[in-house]
């Protein structure tokens, strides 16, 4: 079992930045994809990027590609998401995730969650 926590939301001017950061403690099984997904006010949870367990290549939304980078270490079992040049849209309460080996765009595929946090990015 994964348990996640978030921290680092927050509220921000568009154009500015911040960096999300996920504690991941795990179990004896250790081979999990992580990924960051967001759901603004009235909509549905979406898919911002994720990374499989073996460090291999990182998938972004369309939306957030250029602008977000995600990054984790397996040592220090911390996930985090560089988010720049913030707009209003990407107001949402963010979420991060974890789930067996693959990373997945769809949210009931991740067993594990965190609380999430929230960013808010005034225009």
């Known amino acids: 079992q994964v348990q996640l926590a978030e921290s680092g939301g927050g509220l921000v001017q568009a154009g500015g930045s911040l960096r999300l950061s996920c504690a991941v403690s795990v179990g004896a099984d250790s081979i999990y994809a992580v990924a960051w997904f967001r759901q603004p006010p009235g909509k549905e949870r979406e898919f911002v990027g994720g990374?499989?367990?073996?460090?291999?290549?990182?998938h972004y939304a369309d939306s957030v590609q250029g602008r977000f980078s995600l990054t984790r270490n397996d040592a220090k079992n911390m996930v985090w998401l560089q988010m720049n040049s913030l707009k209003p849209e990407d107001t949402a309460v963010y979420y991060c995730?974890?789930?067996?080996?693959?990373?997945?765009?769809?949210?009931?595929?991740?067993?594990?969650w965190g609380p999430g946090t929230q960013v808010t990015v005034s225009s």
């Open positions: 995730a974890a789930r067996k080996v693959l990373v997945s765009t769809t949210p009931s595929r991740y067993e594990s």
């Open positions: 990374m499989p367990f073996n460090n291999g290549k990182i």
